[in-house]
């Protein structure tokens, strides 16, 4: 039988990685254990093109998704754009997947990050058990991270054409 020449880019969780730029090699290395464990990681240093509207790719970075990866660091938790992609990742009801790479008082972490079990990721600890971790976490549920995802991008492309009622989704009894 032929295999398939269906790309395994097409069957792998992608995952956003939010993070400050001063913890940008932190979150380079991250990518690429993601990416040895079977996810596609987008990182905006290395996938934002130039000459693009950043904010808007960001954006639609976070929207292709499946899940985001925060690191949670005193220089993220400060910065007002990782502020900004907490929000969006929020607003798209994505998966947040915060990790801690650094002691931090939890009074002063966001809300959005203060409610979730931080998986800590710091210098003391083993990086492959981290990683282990972290990898089971985004798996967990996959199947329906990719529905969640799917059907989000569904709603966005209905939105952006002014919410025609020829793209809406009906339930199977419709479409007979």
């Not at 950043?54 to 925060?70: H, K, N, P, T």
């Not at 002691?103 to 990721?121: D, G, H, K, S, V």
Request: overall charge negative; proline content about 5%; charged content about 30%.
């Amino acid at each position: 039988m032929k295999k398939s020449n269906i790309s395994d880019e097409t069957h792998k969780l992608v995952i956003f990685i939010s993070y400050s730029r001063k913890d940008a090699d932190f979150a380079d290395g991250l990518a690429k254990q993601l990416e040895n464990n079977n996810i596609r990681a987008i990182i905006d240093k290395r996938d934002l093109p130039y000459g693009e509207k950043w904010q808007r790719q960001l954006g639609e970075f976070i929207a292709s998704s499946d899940g985001v990866v925060f690191i949670t660091s005193n220089n993220s938790i400060k910065s007002q754009w990782c502020q900004w992609e907490l929000t969006q990742t929020r607003d798209m009801s994505k998966r947040l997947i915060p990790i801690t790479i650094e002691p931090i008082r939890p009074e002063e972490l966001p809300t959005q990050i203060a409610e979730i079990n931080l998986l800590p990721f710091t210098p003391d600890l083993n990086p492959v058990e981290c990683t282990q971790k972290l990898v089971k976490a985004i798996f967990l549920d996959q199947e329906w991270i990719r529905d969640h995802s799917r059907l989000g991008n569904l709603v966005t492309a209905w939105e952006e054409n002014n919410k025609n009622e020829d793209r809406l989704l009906r339930r199977y009894r419709d479409w007979e």
